[in-house]
């Protein structure tokens, strides 16, 4: 389960274009962030998507995706155009394909890769979703888990929400900041849409095709109303460092709560059990399209945004954190997790210093960031790349620190946690 929110001119002071998402999955599908650049291919080549091959065009863009590490595709991205998409799961009365075609987060990258606006995204989205369908396990261990696709897109100009049902789909033009969750958001408001659609006129979309069950148990609508709340408490004043706030967000929890005593409900999500709490946020992302047609990105590349540090990424720079199915001390993803699972571990006391702690640090990174800014690719690189590693550095302190601190157990949420970390080798302290 995911939040994806966008908000356009009007709710930014500068009147830039803020995107930011939280990617939602199992707690131990790890999350990679990788820069793939600008490249030319030979005619009638093909390319391997997650599950079916098709044929490649001519030329792609430079594209910087945040991604599970098994699919082809991405949760969010953004390319050298200042497209940036973000998906969200639908869960449809509608059954999903059966046959295997396009995974919604292989469309995202693909129309990344062919687009030079957001326009233009929705294009590729629609004619490939027509021609290939949606279809395939979307999950790393659940291969029974489908679902359809929903989209925001934007660009310098502006932003869309686009839904998808099977092969049908309608869109809409964002005005002011828009979210979108697990559930169908668009209701006869749609400006465009397929023929099937166009043919039937104007139909209740959310009312004729949303799902129950899983709409529900994931509280997609508790969730998109509390990203709508926290986007407007934030009107006229919206920048990335207020976005990471949103995205961290529990609701009402108390300062010094313990992730095992939160609900379902929250943007920032934690995962408890392997029913009703199983989805974990994995990674989070966030890009701010400037008015002097910059791409600013910040992106934690590990779980639990509460719990991480936004480190600032650059196009051109040639990005790689990649990640795996097991355990890594050298990778980005699965290093965090020894802090963040030995955490858990913790009162949540000793959870809200380290978030303080993190605060502090962070801020200490926006300082940097605003004094490069607007440098060149050479200087934003080394500059990024300086940030993962005090990142990581910081953590590491944290661990130690944490090995002087006594553990304080939930019993049944340190249970599912101690089986996650055995089945992927991730030690604890």
């Known amino acids: 389960m995911c939040d994806t929110l966008v908000a356009l001119h009007d709710f930014t002071p500068d009147g830039s274009v803020l995107f930011g998402k939280n990617s939602d999955r199992d707690p131990d599908e790890a999350h990679e962030i990788v820069q793939i650049p600008e490249q030319y291919y030979p005619p009638d080549q093909t390319l391997k998507t997650t599950y079916i091959r098709i044929p490649q065009v001519r030329r792609t863009y430079e594209v910087l995706l945040a991604k599970p590490f098994w699919i082809w595709g991405c949760e969010m991205g953004v390319n050298e155009n200042g497209v940036v998409i973000g998906n969200e799961a639908l869960f449809l009365k509608l059954p999903a394909e059966k046959k295997p075609g396009l995974l919604g987060m292989d469309l995202m990258r693909l129309a990344l890769e062919r687009s030079e606006t957001a326009v233009q995204a929705i294009d590729v989205i629609t004619r490939l979703l027509e021609k290939y369908g949606q279809g395939g396990s979307c999950g790393l261990h659940n291969k029974?888990?489908?679902?359809?696709?929903?989209?925001?897109?934007a660009d310098f100009t502006g932003a869309f929400v686009l839904e998808t049902f099977r092969r049908d789909w309608a869109v809409k033009k964002v005005e002011g900041a828009y979210s979108i969750s697990n559930g169908v958001s668009l209701r006869d408001d749609y400006q465009e849409a397929s023929s099937n659609f166009k043919k039937n006129g104007k139909i209740d979309l959310k009312k004729r095709y949303e799902g129950f069950l899983y709409t529900y148990f994931s509280r997609a609508k508790q969730r998109?109303?509390?990203?709508?709340?926290?986007?407007?408490?934030?009107?006229?004043?919206?920048?990335?460092?207020?976005?990471?706030?949103?995205?961290?967000?529990?609701g009402d929890a108390d300062p010094d709560f313990h992730p095992a005593d939160l609900g379902n409900g929250t943007l920032c999500m934690h995962a408890a059990d392997p029913l009703v709490r199983k989805s974990q946020t994995v990674g989070s992302f966030i890009v701010n399209l400037t008015t002097k047609r910059q791409i600013h990105i910040f992106?934690?590349?590990?779980?639990?945004?509460?719990?991480?540090?936004?480190?600032?990424?650059?196009?051109?720079?040639?990005?790689?954190?990649?990640?795996?199915?097991?355990?890594?001390?050298?990778?980005?993803?699965?290093?965090?997790?020894?802090?963040?699972?030995?955490?858990?571990?913790r009162s949540g006391k000793t959870i809200a210093a380290f978030r303080r702690d993190r605060i502090e640090f962070e801020n200490e990174i926006w300082q940097e960031f605003e004094e490069i800014a607007d440098a060149a690719p050479e200087v934003k690189g080394p500059f990024s790349k300086d940030v993962f590693a005090k990142s990581r550095a910081f953590e590491a302190r944290w661990i130690d620190r944490l090995k002087k601190i006594p553990t304080k157990r939930h019993f049944f949420y340190s249970t599912y946690w101690r089986k996650i970390s055995k089945r992927n080798g991730v030690p604890s302290v």
């Open 224 to 250: 998109r109303a509390r990203s709508s709340q926290l986007l407007l408490q934030h009107k006229g004043s919206l920048n990335p460092k207020s976005m990471m706030q949103i995205l961290r967000d529990h």
């Open 144 to 153: 029974k888990f489908t679902y359809h696709n929903s989209f925001l897109i």
């Open 299 to 345: 992106a934690t590349g590990t779980s639990a945004p509460c719990l991480s540090v936004f480190k600032p990424v650059f196009l051109s720079c040639d990005t790689q954190y990649k990640a795996g199915s097991f355990y890594n001390p050298d990778s980005l993803w699965w290093g965090h997790e020894v802090l963040h699972r030995s955490l858990l571990n």
